[in-house]
């Protein structure tokens, strides 16, 4: 016999979560530090392969792919948010 549990529908139990503080719901700071981030990986990892001798290996493609994802990313956020403030039709939404 199988029983199926009645969803819940007291608006005193479910509350909407509080909004994330600005400085961790800017996209623009978001992509940007991400992207240093692997920036900063690809060359500690290059520096390590021209110093040390280390091999180019998966880290550091991972690395550079990182940087390249992330600047197209980049690259579309900033196009978005400018068609926005233009006042484009078809752009994105909510960005500021």
Known sequence: MRTTAAPIRDTDVMQNP???PPRLSDIGVIASVGTLLWLAGAVGLLVA?????R???LWFGTCVAGVVLGGIGYAI???QRSAARRGTRTAQQGLH
């Open 18 to 20: 509080p909004e994330l």
């Open 55 to 57: 091999p180019l290996d």
């Open 77 to 79: 956020f900033r196009w």
């Open 49 to 53: 392969h021209i110093v040390g001798g």
